[in-house]
Structures are given as C-alpha cells and as structure tokens.
C-alpha cells in the first residue's frame, strides 16, 4: 500500500533592486571591487601597484625590440621571396639556451656598435651581413641592459679543439655561392683586393682589438671583452708586451708610442709571482728581443736581459733540463706541483730566445743553458725515428710517458726550433739539421696519412704503435716550417708536402660552418666515407690561434701564389664575422659548428695580438723587404729574431 502523495514544489523570489541580494550588475561590481581593495592592508596595496608600474616601464622598455624583431622578420621574409635560391636561411632572433653562469650570446649585426652589456638574461640576436668596405665586419654584441661586469667566470680552457661535418658545411655555403661574404664555400674564389686594401683591414682589426685592451684591460695580461674586464696570468702586461713588434710592422706608431711609455714606467719585473719558463722566454723574453731588433731603442734590451736573468734559476735541476716554474722576484723554480716532468716542447721552443740574449750582451751563460738541454735531448733513447715523447723528467733527464708521439701540444714546437736555431746560427750547426731531417722522415714514415674520401694529407699521432688520425690545430704550423727549410736548400719535397698539409689546414676552415677551425679533428680514413673531417662534441672551439695564417704566410712568400692570401682573407672576415666584439677586442669562441650561436668564451689570448694578426699583415704584404726571411728567424710566438751575420 502506497503513502498518501505529497505536493512538492520549488518557491523562486526576485529580489527588488534596493536588496541585498546578488546583483550582477557593474555598478555592483565595481563597488564590490572597491571593499575588497578598501580591505587590503595598505602594504598589500602598495605591492601591488609597484607590480603593475614595474610591468608598465618594463613593457615600454621592450618595445623598441619587439618592433626591431618583428621588423626583421619582415625583411627577413621578403628577402626570402626574392632570394630564395642564393641565401640560407638564418633566423634573425636566437633564443639563448638555458645555461647557468653562461656569458650572453653576442650579436652579430651590421648596424652601429652598441654599448656592450653583460647582464644575465636572453639577449635578442640578430645576424646580418655589413658590407661596409670590403671586410665583412660584423661585431659581436650583447644586447641585454648593463649589469654585472666581472661575476662570471669562463670555463676551462682545453688543449682540445673542433670537430667538422663536411656535408653539412658544404651545402650550408653552397647556398650563399653568390653572396659576396659568403666564404666558407672551399671551391669559391674570394673577390680580389687590393694589397693596399687587405692591408688595412689588419690594422683596422689590430686598432679594434687594441681599443678594447686599452679600455678595459691596460696593463693586464688579457682582455676578456664580453665582461668589459680582464684576466691575470703573469701580472706581467702580457697583451701589450706580446704586440709590440706587432705594432711596429704594422706601421702603429701612436700605439706603439703608448704601449713603450707603460714599459718605460710601468713594467717591472721585480715581483713575487710564479711565471711559466716556456710561455714567458716566448712571449716576453721574445717580445722584447724582437721589439730591441726593429728599433735599436735600448728600453727593450734592458728589460730582456732583466726578465732573462731571473728566468735562469729553471735550469738549476739534477739533469739541467729546466723546471717549468720560476719565480722571478725570489728567485726559486719548481716542476708543476702534480709531477716533475716537463714538456719537451716547453724545454727545447726557449733556444732562440736565449742564445740571442747571449749574442746581445756577450754573457755566455744564457746560450750554454739552453745549448745543455739540445745536447741532452739529441742523445737520449726512447726516439722513434727521431720523433720524440712529449715529457721529460727534471730529475733523471729522461723521456717518460714513452710511445706517444705527436706533432700537436707537447712536442710541436721541438721540431720547429731545430730548424729554426740551425737557420739562426747561419746554418753551421750539423746536429741541429740531422735531428731534424729524421724527424721529418719519421713524419712521413709513421704519422702520415691520407683521408677518405678526397685524400687530404694529414698528420695524426702514433699510441704505443697504433695509429690515431687525430691532428691538433697546432700542427698547421708544419706547412711553413716545411717551407722554409725548403727555402733554405732541404729537400724539394719538404714543399711539396708542405703545399699538400697546407690545403688540408684550409679545409679545416671552410669545412666548418663559421669558416674558423676547431682546436682538434678527426680525419676519416674508412673507405665509403662521405667526410673526410669529423669533429667531437668537445673539440669544437676555437681560440684565435696563428698556426694556418703563419703557414700561410711562408707559402705565399716562397711561391707567390695568390691563393694563399685569399685564404687568409677568408679567415679574418670569419674572424671579424663571429669573434669581433663591438665594444671592443675579440673573443675566443666554444663552437665553430654553430655559426648562429658560436658561444663566446670571453677571452682574447695574446697571440691575437701578437702572432695571428702580425702573420696576416705579412701575408697582405707583397713586399719580401717586410721582415726578409733571409734575415730573420721568427719564434714560435712570431717574434722575429736577427739572423746572425756569418762573423758571428
């Protein structure tokens, strides 16, 4: 039986428009807006009405950028309807990768320099190609707002370089064919330009990276340009002391003129500070030789025989084979505090520099030293073929780390300074040129190799009998060394394979998609192949080093051919294009793979200065008076050192 029904219903009122009832209206919006804003604590209130005043002015502060990039890509597009065939697409604006205590990326921009800033956050980046002149002068500059200037710091510098993607550079550059800055093309041939011209792109280059040591880093060792700020190695002056002769064959004599009053007034060399004996023989000892030898002032020889004399307690060893520490203003030298080897590059690139020193002022002391070590380093065992280990120990004299042989870091330079002090010396030292002649057969025997699959002629290195096609930047030193002994009557296929190394040094340039070298590649030599040139991940930047252009330099000023000066053409507008720092210097770069984002390293090492630049301006010259190669010998930090007379 079912209960008895129930009327149920919903009763529904509409409240008046005087009640206090809901309302939806925006008259009581806006009054309930209004209690709930009376009801914040006047802090909360202030909060946020400086939140909403911060958002305004940082949105009137972006807008020039926002509009510039919109802009850009406007133009971007349009240029792309017309030249869709004959140039890459480069994206105007890079976001910046996520990277803790990372330098900004720099720009690359054809438009007015710009104050640089370092100011952490994702800068706008734009890549456009300045046709003014006929120097592609792209800067690098960071458009983030000013901020902090010193509180990052660079990341550690390797010995290691780049790797190379041949395909892929090569369709890269194909694209850009007809594009006057495009050089990274290996088959293209750069636009003549006048000596005169090429000339003054140096200086112009030279100036820049002068401004920006002068501003931020006078009298430092070196210019970090990103930070407006520089780096300490010696406390010595580096920079200024390693551009000296620079400045004068550059014919910079108000720069020259400023950089002497410092030495004259500044430098001294009376301090308590740890320098290495290889870097500062090259770079400071050298320096100042070489600076006396261009200009009789006495100033440099005074302060070579005073950096010389407190360097000689390095040779105070067991073996007499140098440590690699000294410190000048005590007086004591020590190896590295992890081992007491040297390099044997370190103990055998100082010859040149103190067997002048000796002949300057007559103090035999100086060249008896360093003609020790030659004597001992000739006759030790553990050669192969007259290649040498790369570390010799202080104490017993010998070779250690056997069976790893190289012309790369640790071993170049020996090679080098055979030739060198037999040239140096007017060619009477037999010893020096039978060391050298088997080691340039040891070369051809066990580290020579040809890739796949063009057949570039390579030197790799040799690992207790396996070969690695491994090849430091550092090698490309070997095309000129080879050159000049040819030029000094060795063998006629001493230039033949020096021409061969040469173009494989160049492809290590134009293979990468920045047209600049990486520090090391690997060179493929399976069959099938597709590239010759790879490079690993951590090997990929590049540190402004001198050894191509220095090769450079010797093969167009023994065979005339043009093509070695338009090479190096290529390599400083790829300079200016991607390491060129508006405000001033340029700056080594992390990635020659990533022509977009090259990664700034912030740091412009003195053998920008002093080598690489001077070995361009050289290579310009079409003058063979300009530096005589029959009258001087460079060392391996491109300082020119007088050829002794026959009497001497």
């Known amino acids: 039986m079912h209960p008895p029904s129930r009327q149920d219903y919903v009763s529904i009122s509409f409240a008046g428009q005087g009640s206090g009832s809901y309302n939806n209206s925006k008259q009581w919006r806006r009054q309930s807006c209004w209690r709930k804003w009376k009801q914040l604590s006047r802090l909360q209130r202030s909060l946020i009405l400086f939140i909403l005043v911060l958002l305004f002015i940082c949105g009137i502060a972006s807008y020039p950028a926002v509009s510039e990039h919109l802009s850009g890509l406007t133009e971007r597009e349009q240029d792309t309807d017309s030249n869709s065939v004959l140039r890459p697409d480069v994206p105007h604006v890079l976001p910046e990768p996520v990277k803790q205590a990372q330098l900004p990326l720099p720009e690359q921009t054809s438009q007015p320099q710009r104050k640089l800033s370092n100011k952490r956050g994702p800068p706008v980046l734009q890549n456009r190609l300045q046709k003014k002149g006929n120097t592609s002068a792209t800067v690098v500059e960071d458009k983030a707002a000013d901020g902090k200037k010193e509180g990052e710091e660079e990341g550690v510098i390797s010995w290691r370089g780049a790797v190379i993607d041949t395909e892929q550079a090569t369709e890269g550059t194909k694209d850009g064919e007809n594009n006057e800055d495009s050089l990274a093309n290996p088959k293209a041939k750069s636009s003549k330009e006048p000596e005169t011209s090429r000339l003054e792109a140096v200086q112009e280059a030279f100036r820049h990276a002068w401004k920006g040591y002068k501003d931020f880093a006078w009298g430092h060792d070196e210019l970090r340009p990103l930070s407006k700020s520089y780096s300490e190695w010696f406390g010595l002056g580096l920079t200024l002391i390693d551009s000296l002769d620079t400045m004068w064959i550059l014919g910079l004599k108000e720069e020259f003129e400023e950089a002497k009053t410092w030495v004259a007034t500044e430098l001294t060399f009376n301090k308590n500070v740890d320098v290495n004996l290889f870097e500062s023989t090259i770079r400071i000892l050298g320096g100042l030789l ?128 055979l030739l060198k002090q037999w040239i140096q010396g007017g060619k009477k030292e037999d010893q020096l040129l039978e060391d050298y002649l088997q080691a340039i057969e040891g070369v051809k025997k066990n580290l020579l190799q040809k890739s796949s699959p063009n057949g570039l002629t390579f030197v790799g290195e040799l690992s207790h009998g396996q070969f690695s096609p491994k090849m430091d930047h550092l090698v490309c030193f070997l095309p000129g060394t080879l050159a000049l002994g040819a030029h000094n009557g060795l063998p006629a296929d001493h230039m033949d394979l020096a021409k061969q190394l040469m173009e494989t040094c160049y492809q290590m340039y134009v293979q990468m998609e920045t047209g600049l070298s990486p520090e090391i590649v690997h060179f493929n030599m399976h069959q099938g192949s597709t590239r010759d040139i790879d490079v690993k991940l951590a090997d990929r930047h590049n540190l402004l080093r001198p050894e191509t252009v220095e090769s450079l330099f010797y093969l167009y000023r023994f065979t005339k051919d043009h093509k070695y000066q338009d090479w190096g053409y290529e390599i400083l507008q790829n300079f200016n294009k991607y390491t060129k720092v508006s405000s001033g210097g340029y700056t080594s770069i992390n990635n020659v793979r990533d022509p977009d984002y090259p990664s700034p390293r912030d740091k412009m090492e003195s053998f920008f200065l002093g080598e690489t630049l001077k070995y361009l301006y050289l290579l310009f010259s079409d003058d063979p008076n300009l530096i005589s190669l029959d009258q001087y010998v460079f060392n391996t930090e491109a300082h020119p050192l007088p050829i002794w007379p026959s009497t001497a």
């Open 290 to 417: 070489s600076t006396y030898s261009l200009t009789g002032d006495t100033l440099f020889l005074d302060k070579a025989k005073d950096i010389g004399s407190r360097l000689m307690p390095a040779f105070n060893t067991p073996s007499k084979i140098p440590y690699s520490d000294v410190n000048i203003g005590k007086g004591t030298a020590h190896p590295p505090r992890w081992t007491s080897d040297s390099t044997v590059a370190e103990v055998t690139s100082i010859q040149l520099e103190f067997r002048e020193l000796t002949r300057l002022t007559q103090e035999p002391q100086y060249q008896a030293a360093v003609a020790e070590v030659m004597k001992q380093v000739h006759k030790l065992d553990g050669k192969l073929d007259g290649l040498v280990p790369m570390f010799i120990n202080t104490n017993s004299g010998q070779f250690t780390h056997q069976g790893i042989y190289t012309l790369g870091a640790r071993a170049d330079s020996y090679y080098e300074y």
